[in-house]
């Protein structure tokens, strides 16, 4: 009994084996060759059919457009009443300001404008040369220069005396045209020319001028 039982497992074990190679053949069968030759035996029975598409329908033509119409004017629609609200009276405020004080400041007078200065002393006697203003020059003070060159010319000067009689100051009023005679003009005047002094109306000596004109002629 135990026997028997063994060789029925056996059979049924190599049975399902053989099963199971049977379909793997047959599935591996179908996926290479067998599979595309029946799909392409199906694809040859179909029946294939052109369709043609319909022509679109033709453009409606347009309806004609209606009669003209007059054209009614809009209603006039009157604006509504502007309502005018009364605006209410500014509150007036009284504010009492008293009155400015006035404190005047006292404004200090100008300066008296300056004395005009007296006008200078006028001598009632004028200073007078003690010798000839000819002599207060002479030929060999002619600048060598100047003899050389053969120039000449008149010069005016004015000179200033002061309340000893003595010249302090020598100023040419008017030119030779030569700057060296000009220079030896003012030079020489104030150690030749001496004056009487001038004299005030009180008889006081005082200070004076002296104008005169000299003329620088070449040696013969």
Known sequence: ??????????????????????????????????????????AEQLNVIDVKEEPPPPDEEPPPPPPDQPIEPPPVVA?????????????????????????PVPVAAPPPPPAAPPPPPQAATRASPRSQPG??????????RAQREERSGTAGFRLEIGADGRVTNCTITSSTGHADLDEATCRLLPKRARFKPAKGSDGAEMPDTYNGRITWRLPE
């Open 135 to 144: 002599s207060w020059l002479s030929d060999a003070d002619y600048p060598s």
């Open 1 to 42: 009994m135990a026997y028997a039982d063994h060789s029925q497992g056996s059979s049924r074990t190599v049975s399902i084996v053989i099963v199971a190679l049977i379909h793997a053949v047959l599935g591996y069968a179908f996926v290479t060759g067998l599979g595309m030759k029946y799909v392409k035996k199906a």
């Open 79 to 103: 604006p509504p009443p502007i309502v005018q609200t009364p605006a209410p009276a500014p509150t007036m405020t009284v504010v009492r300001t008293p009155p400015p004080v006035f404190n």
